[in-house]
């Protein structure tokens, strides 16, 4: 009994699923048992008949079929008789009635079962007008997916080809025999056809959605062809993907087109950019002369050729009017037979000729420019003047060109020849109008002679402003040696700084008069990149401690032995400007230096230097008024910050005398970054010069002993000041205080070498140098003399030397700079280890580890702040020299260079300048990471090195 219960459960429950199934058909959908009357009535059949279910159920099936079931019950008796010999599934045409007795045509569909003997017949029914509607429009849209032109596709679920159109076939050349089953990718991609493409229509096929995507497709014969491509899924009922319609259009013709008119495009914008470049080269009106170079330069860049010349032609005869070429041995002046060049084609037909792959053309190949020099590129013009021949402009190379490149570049090389020509004609009608010359004669000589008064009026202030710097910065040296205290030590580094800063304010004024006057000359000698970054860095460095805000640099591995030639003076000049400059208006945040080469040849390389700030922001209507002299962004930052606006027209001026251009991009209240770029010729270690301070040696006070030297000096501080820094080297001194006096001295005694102050009262220093040349017996009048003057004015050195000076010192001096040129001087032959300026540090006790007068400087002696720094500092220092050996035993040498530079200046805050001194070179050994011995070494140094250090520190927190 439980058993049957269970499966009447189960049974119903079948029926309940099957009857839901029906209920959700689309079709319409009854059941009429074996009398006709109906026993089940779907929803879509309520829709069709618009009876409802309660009003059918029980009733004859004749209210809905009157003309079938007139011959139903014969049907359903003939059904029933051959039941066993009919299939499952039946379909007829027939005529229905819905409730308000419209007839309509159905198509029927039966389906048969048995229950307890009785018969229930299942009736499928389709609205046949809509079906046939649709069929009609099936036929319609197969007709035009079949004879359009576009290719369309239509796939399975699995995007295998199920039809394809003629215009698919016509399209691609394959058949629907040839593609059927396949999917479509396996024959239409090819080389070039673009992964991504393929890649993202593969991922949109799965979202069902539609979308257009273009693709590189090849047809059957391996011919490429762009294809738009449109895709839509076929979803069924439940949203699933039945099958996928493409349609294809040949979009070859309009893709082709376009590329054609980017490239057009293109050219038309390089060869804009060229004839811009053309306009502002004959704007400029920089002479014949340099307007023929440049143009001859600007048409190797622009051709793509070797070789530009300008020539002259009379009569048979080729003169070169200017050339620009890798060949030597082409100079201007030259001359040729006009028959031996290409050239003899463009004056006989007076118009453009371009010649390409000349090696090709029988006419050229035995020419003899082609046997001599293999040219096979020419492209050439006729210039004329007055309306008359003049000669050619022409551009070749040994390298072939396609002949439709020199199409468009004929019209700018004809535009280049009627400039070239136009300034002919100008510069003849120059040299004829001689009246004019001398007018502009006169007043050159009178600008110049305006000049000269300016000159002469800065030589005179430099004079007169470095004659009392020169005592101030002189008896400093001298009262730094005597006992001090370490607050009269602040006062003499303060006075010392300001010093310094007045003469950085002069230099910086004689400078923007050499630029003005044309008279600013630079040297090229050999030098090292990172020697000069290495000293910008070290001067940032500290100016950035004093305010609180870090200084960084990077400068790219292979640039760091990189040895250039070129300035090194004004490149150093500019670089502290601009940092200095960054730091001064930087109140928080960094300050970074980066050096990093951009690009190299086998002769040169540019190098790109940036320097980035975080400090203050310029205004952008300020941009271009900051390089302006005597200009800074408002009247307030030149009370805040002081200085004169001069450091930044300085450096661009000094940036664009030697090739670059110095830019500037900035945001307020969020930092500016100054660049340029600089091309420098590569140089050798043989490049590099020996330095006069190479050559001195800590000896040297030993070499000099028991020299006798004449001082001549009017001014009894200035003599004091050169006696102070002499006597310790054990040199016997004796002082003039004019020219007068120093012939005197001179003619009575024997001197090894005169110190020649160059105005002096009676007689100046060049009037007694010229008066001992010249006037006093040999030896003494080959005695060594050097002229002492605070003049520094371009061309003072030369000048003193043809006054008959042996060397030239200018005021205010370093004590080193001072030994030094007398060392010179004498041919001093001192054989030791080098000696170095010395740094400007404050001295210490020997038995003082720490020196806290920058901490206590900073802190105004706030014992709690003092404390706090000191805590910080040794916390920060124990764990970063813990980290120097494992990062050195992993080899690490990266990671601890960075470390290195991170805590070094707080070591330098500290006063720690031994220390100081061995993180530099222990940071620089970690960057180039190669003398691992000399590495652990020096880590080990550091290390014994900080221990007293660290007990000192702690004392002193206890201290205070």
Not at 948 to 957: A, G, R, T, Y
Request: aromatic content about 8%.
């Amino acid at each position: 009994m439980k058993h049957n219960e269970i499966l009447n459960q189960l049974l119903f429950s079948e029926s309940n699923h099957f009857k839901v199934i029906l209920d959700n058909s689309l079709d319409a959908v009854i059941t009429v048992d074996q009398d006709g009357e109906i026993t089940y009535y779907n929803r879509a059949a309520q829709a069709l008949f618009g009876y409802s279910e309660n009003e059918l159920i029980g009733k004859n099936a004749a209210v809905l079929m009157d003309t079938f079931l007139s011959r139903g019950e014969d049907y359903l008796s003939r059904f029933l008789k051959i039941l066993e010999k009919q299939p499952v599934g039946y379909g007829r045409e027939v005529e229905a009635i819905d409730k308000s007795g419209k007839k309509f045509k159905v198509f029927l569909t039966f389906s048969h079962y048995t229950v307890d003997d009785h018969y229930y017949l299942t009736v499928f029914i389709k609205d046949y007008s809509r079906l046939s509607t649709y069929e009609k429009e099936l036929q319609k849209l197969s007709l035009v997916a079949s004879k359009t032109s576009n290719g369309v596709v239509i796939t399975d679920k699995n995007k295998r080809i199920e039809w394809v159109n003629e215009g698919f076939t016509r399209l691609t050349g394959y058949t629907l025999k040839e593609v059927e089953g396949e999917h479509p990718g396996k024959f239409l991609h090819g080389k070039e056809t673009n992964p991504e493409t393929r890649d993202r229509i593969r991922s949109m096929l799965q979202q069902k959605e539609s979308f257009t995507e273009t693709i590189l497709n090849y047809t059957k014969a391996g011919e490429p062809y762009w294809n738009s491509l449109y895709i839509t899924p076929i979803l069924d009922v439940e949203g699933n993907v039945e099958r996928f319609i493409a349609i294809q259009s040949d979009i070859t013709e309009i893709t082709e087109a376009r590329k054609k008119e980017e490239r057009n495009n293109q050219e038309l914008r390089h060869y804009t950019r060229y004839l811009l470049t053309l306009n502002k080269l004959f704007a400029n009106n920089s002479g014949l002369q340099q307007l023929t170079e440049d143009l001859l330069c600007t048409g190797i860049e622009m051709f793509q050729l070797s070789h530009g010349i300008l020539s002259s032609i009379h009569g048979d005869e080729y003169t070169i009017k200017g050339v620009v070429s890798p060949i030597t041995d082409l100079r201007t002046g030259m001359k040729f037979k006009l028959e031996s060049t290409y050239c003899d084609a463009v004056v006989k037909e007076k118009k453009t000729i371009f010649y390409s792959m000349v090696g090709t053309i029988d006419k050229l190949k035995d020419h003899p420019v082609y046997k001599e020099m293999k040219l096979e590129s020419y492209i050439g013009t006729p210039v004329f003047v007055n309306d008359k021949l003049y000669g050619t402009l022409n551009f070749s190379s040994e390298e072939a060109k396609k002949e439709t490149q020199f199409t468009i570049e004929a019209e700018f090389l004809e535009i280049m020849a009627q400039m070239i020509g136009r300034a002919i004609e100008s510069d003849i009608a120059r040299t004829e109008k001689d009246s004019m010359l001398i007018t502009l004669q006169a007043a050159k000589e009178k600008a110049e002679e305006s000049e000269k008064v300016k000159e002469m009026f800065l030589a005179n202030t430099s004079h007169e402003l470095r004659t009392p710097m020169n005592i101030i910065i002189g008896m400093l040296e001298v009262l730094k040696r005597t006992e001090l205290n370490k607050r009269q030590l602040e006062f003499v580094n303060i006075i010392e700084n300001t010093s310094e800063n007045l003469l950085y304010l002069l230099n910086d004024l004689l400078d923007i008069s050499k630029i003005e006057s044309g008279k600013l000359e630079f040297e090229t000698t050999g030098f090292r990149l990172r020697d000069i970054i290495s000293s910008v860095v070290e001067t940032g460095t500290y100016l950035a401690e004093k305010k609180n805000i870090t200084f960084n640099y990077a400068c790219a591995d292979d640039s760091r032995d990189l040895i250039v030639r070129g300035d090194p003076v004004r490149l150093s000049q500019v670089l502290y400007n601009l940092t200095s400059n960054a730091i001064k208006f930087t109140e928080k945040g960094s300050v970074m230096l980066i050096a990093s080469p951009e690009k190299e040849l086998d002769s040169g390389i540019t190098i790109r230097f940036d320097v980035k700030d975080t400090g203050i922001g310029i205004p952008n209507d300020k941009l271009e008024s900051i390089f302006q002299g005597f200009e800074q962004v408002d009247t307030s930052t030149t009370r805040k910050y002081g200085g004169t606006g001069l450091g930044l027209s300085i450096s661009k001026q000094l940036v664009e005398l030697m090739g670059g251009e110095l830019r500037v991009e900035s945001q307020m209240n969020m930092g500016s970054i100054f660049s340029f770029t600089l091309t420098f010729s590569k140089g050798t270690t043989d490049d590099l010069p020996e330095t006069l301070r190479s050559k001195l040696a800590s000896g040297l006070e030993q070499g000099m002993a028991n020299l006798r030297i004449l001082v001549a000096e009017d001014n009894k501080f200035n003599a004091m000041i050169i006696s102070e820094l002499l006597t310790p080297l054990n040199c016997d001194v004796d002082i003039a205080g004019n020219g007068e006096e120093a012939v005197a001295k001179l003619k009575e005694n024997n001197y090894h070498l005169i110190l020649m102050d160059v105005q002096m009262p009676v007689m100046d220093g060049v009037e007694a140098t010229q008066y001992i040349r010249n006037n006093l017996p040999s030896p003494k009048s080959d005695i060594p003399i050097v002229a002492l003057t605070a003049h520094a004015i371009k061309g003072d050195k030369e000048k003193y030397l043809q006054y008959g000076m042996n060397d030239y010192l200018s005021k205010p001096y370093k004590p080193y700079e001072l030994k030094a040129v007398i060392s010179k001087a004498l041919n001093l032959n001192i054989k030791s280890s080098e000696v170095k300026e010395p740094p400007p540090s404050v001295p210490v006790r020997e038995e003082e580890v720490v020196d806290l007068s920058q901490l206590r400087e900073i802190a105004g002696d706030d014992p709690d702040f003092i404390r706090q720094s000191i805590g910080t500092f040794l916390e920060y220092a124990d764990e970063a020299l813990a980290s120097f050996e494992l990062d050195n035993r992993k080899n690490q040498y990266e990671d601890l260079a960075q470390t290195i530079h991170r805590i070094k200046p707080s070591f330098s805050m500290m006063g720690l300048t031994q220390i100081y001194q061995q993180l530099i070179e222990l940071e620089e050994l970690c960057q180039d990471g190669q003398d691992h011995t000399r590495i652990e070494g020096l880590i080990q140094e550091i290390i014994v090195s900080y221990q007293p250090v660290s007990e000192k520190l702690h004392s002193e927190i206890d201290k205070l």
